[in-house]
């Protein structure tokens, strides 16, 4: 199947910087990646859907200010977490979408754990 | 969106054979089922895809009734590394924009 990546993997930084997540999409074309954060024992919670080229969409209760998310090129997207607090810690994941026969097949990151000290 | 219910946990034995039933009584026309595996710390891994009757590939079934408004995966013969979490979604696949909206999922632990 087709193999998205992300990175880092994990990153630690200190409350009020900004840290930056990459996602790319290694052997396919995405024109629309989504971005989802996880808790601790909790579900996957959709934060925002990425095109390329266009502004992206956010859920409700997601501040688009603070997670800035870039979609520049049909295989990479980034998610910048602003001035970062500790309760911004959670894992991170990104998905694309690539086209099979006709329907399109989800693929996921392998995520990002971001921890805020 | 069309929301899913499962249970939240489940235990089984290795060697057994697994079934995890999803509630979607709100599925609508264009929806297929799809299952994701998930291990601590890691993104969702696509098990199984299917839109009625059965489906099969050399990890799991999955069983949709005439109805659609459930449906359910079968695991053989589970081993340890199937614990995982497991999700149910239903979303339009032909939507390229349209994302996965998942639910709580089915905690699965197999014990030796």
């Known amino acids: 199947g087709a193999v998205v990546s992300q990175h880092p993997s994990w990153v630690i930084c200190k409350s009020g910087t900004s840290v930056k997540i990459e996602c790319r999409s290694l052997?396919?074309?995405?024109?629309?990646m989504f971005w989802y954060r996880q808790f601790p024992k909790q579900s996957l919670m959709l934060m925002a859907t990425s095109n390329e080229g266009s502004k992206a969409t956010y859920e409700q209760g997601v501040e688009k200010d603070k997670f800035l998310i870039n979609h520049a090129s049909l295989t990479l997207s980034t998610l910048t977490v602003t001035s970062a607090h500790p309760e911004d810690s959670s894992f991170y994941i990104c998905?694309?979408?690539?086209?099979?026969?006709?329907?399109?097949?989800?693929?996921f990151g392998p995520g990002t754990r971001l921890t805020v000290t | 969106l069309a929301k899913t219910t499962q249970p939240i946990s489940m235990d089984s034995y290795e060697g057994q054979e697994v079934n995890i039933t999803c509630s979607h009584n709100n599925i609508a026309t264009n929806d297929y089922i799809t299952w994701y595996q998930q291990f601590p710390s890691q993104g969702p891994r696509f098990i199984i895809q299917?839109?009625?009757t059965k489906v099969t590939n050399e990890v799991a079934s999955l069983f949709i009734p005439a109805d659609r408004k459930s449906s359910t995966l079968s695991l053989p013969r589970v081993s340890l590394s199937d614990t995982a979490v497991y999700y149910c979604?239903?979303?339009?696949?032909?939507?390229?924009?349209?994302?996965?909206?998942f639910g709580k999922g089915t905690r699965l632990s197999v014990i030796a």
């Open positions: 998905s694309a979408r690539t086209p099979g026969d006709g329907s399109y097949e989800q693929y």
């Open positions: 299917g839109y009625k």
């Open positions: 979604l239903v979303g339009d696949v032909y939507s390229g924009n349209t994302p996965l909206v």
């Open positions: 052997d396919f074309q995405a024109t629309t």
